[in-house]
């Protein structure tokens, strides 16, 4: 199945290499090598994994807590709503 896929994609990447010239193959492999070579987000994303990972685990540790936070907050604001003149 997995060969099958790969000459259908050959099929296809060639007969749009056809039809658009060598700009398209010259683009996509300029694309691929920089894709390949550029590591600059690398650090951010896994950064910003770890923090929601760290926030998630907070959250599940301090659920019954955050859970009675929130009521309070919406119940005093609900308070405040429906006394207001």
């Keep these: ?7 259908a994609y050959l099929a296809w990447e060639m007969n749009v290499a ?8 010259t ?5 691929i090598e920089k894709f ?3 590591e600059e987000g690398d650090s951010n994303m ?3 994994v770890v923090l ?7 959250g599940g ?3 019954e ?3 009675t936070a929130v009521e309070s907050v919406f119940a005093k604001l609900t308070n405040f709503i429906n006394t207001a003149p």
């Design 61 to 63: 540790v301090f659920q």
């Design 52 to 58: 929601i990972v760290i926030v998630i685990i907070i």
């Design 46 to 48: 896994v950064a910003v």
């Design 36 to 38: 390949v070579e550029d």
């Design 1 to 7: 199945m997995r060969e099958k896929l790969e000459d």
């Design 18 to 25: 056809d039809r658009m010239g060598s700009a398209y193959c």
């Design 27 to 31: 683009w996509k492999n300029r694309f």
């Design 65 to 67: 807590q955050l859970r």
